[in-house]
């Protein structure tokens, strides 16, 4: 003898709520609340690791100039971030991969000047130089950032970024 509660799909909840869940006695339920759960967790996972959504894993030379020049617009507008924020390649680095269609771990943004000190404690000029290229492509970018910091401030006065064709000249060491 089959229950009748066993045989639907959806039934009320019995947590005291007049809502109607999933019934985990039927297999199309179970099924229903199984599949549920991947897509959550895929959904998530896409969240955190949006590059695979992204049809190219190479840039071109275009995309990428086009990339760096909005990413470099965008931050120097921003005036959180500048060459003392800690770990500012990554910020770079995922502000050229926002603006492009390729894939960001096709990208490489590599430090070329001396580590920037950053001015927190007494305010002052913090400034860096970084190489920007990407797989698929020959074409580098050197782009040059300086930043005015006020004393124990938050945010910068004024961040300026300069791009230029061909890669950064290391610093001498």
Known sequence: MTNDQDERVFIRSKWGT???VYNPGNPVGRALIVGSLLFGLGGMYLL????????????????????VAAATTELSNDARFGPGTVNFEDILEADI?????????????????????????????????????????????CVEVHAMKSKLAMGYESVAISVGDGACRAADT
């Open 18 to 20: 007049n809502r109607y």
């Open 48 to 67: 955190y690791h949006p590059g695979l959504l992204n049809g190219a894993d190479t840039w071109d030379a275009g995309e990428l100039r086009s990339a």
């Open 97 to 141: 991969a926002k603006h492009g269609h390729s894939s960001q771990h096709a990208l490489t943004v590599v430090l070329a000047s001396e580590p920037p000190q950053s001015a927190l404690i007494d305010g002052g000029a913090e400034q860096a130089d970084y190489t920007v290229t990407a797989e698929g492509t020959d074409a580098a970018f």
